[in-house]
Nanobody, 114 residues
Framework: VQLQASGGGTVQPGGSLRLSCAASGDVFSITTMAWYRQAPGKQRELVAIIARGGSAMYGDSVKGRFTISRDNAKGTVFLEMNSLRPEDTAAYYC?????????WGQGTLVTVSS
């Protein structure tokens, strides 16, 4: 499975962005999909994770502002980010699991700055 993330950019505080991550290969075997982020000098952290059936969990810092969704048929996962804050600035990475194997996409940079 290969993952290709897109949608990053620069936005002002309070703005919105939508990230997409498209998988190729055996997309019908993908179980969980997730978004992680890593800010400069910090460890990578979980932003949101979604099961194949649609149940989702979020990191405490993004609850109520971010929404994760997926299209199982297309092997695509989305991250709708609203009310963005400067502390959301990071490289965002998508992740997918096929049985017990995890796969990573390349990062897409999100910068929140006035």
């Amino acid at each position: 499975v290969q993952l290709q993330a897109s949608g990053g950019g620069t936005v002002q505080p309070g703005g919105s962005l939508r990230l997409s991550c498209a998988a190729s290969g055996d997309v019908f075997s993908i179980t969980t999909m997730a978004w992680y982020r890593q800010a400069p000098g910090k460890q990578r952290e979980l932003v949101a994770i979604i099961a194949r059936g649609g149940s989702a969990m979020y990191g405490d810092s993004v609850k109520g502002r971010f929404t994760i969704s997926r299209d199982n048929a297309k092997g695509t996962v989305f991250l709708e980010m609203n009310s963005l804050r400067p502390e959301d600035t990071a490289a965002y990475y998508c992740n997918a699991y096929v049985y017990s194997s995890g796969y990573w996409g390349q990062g897409t940079l999100v910068t929140v700055s006035s």
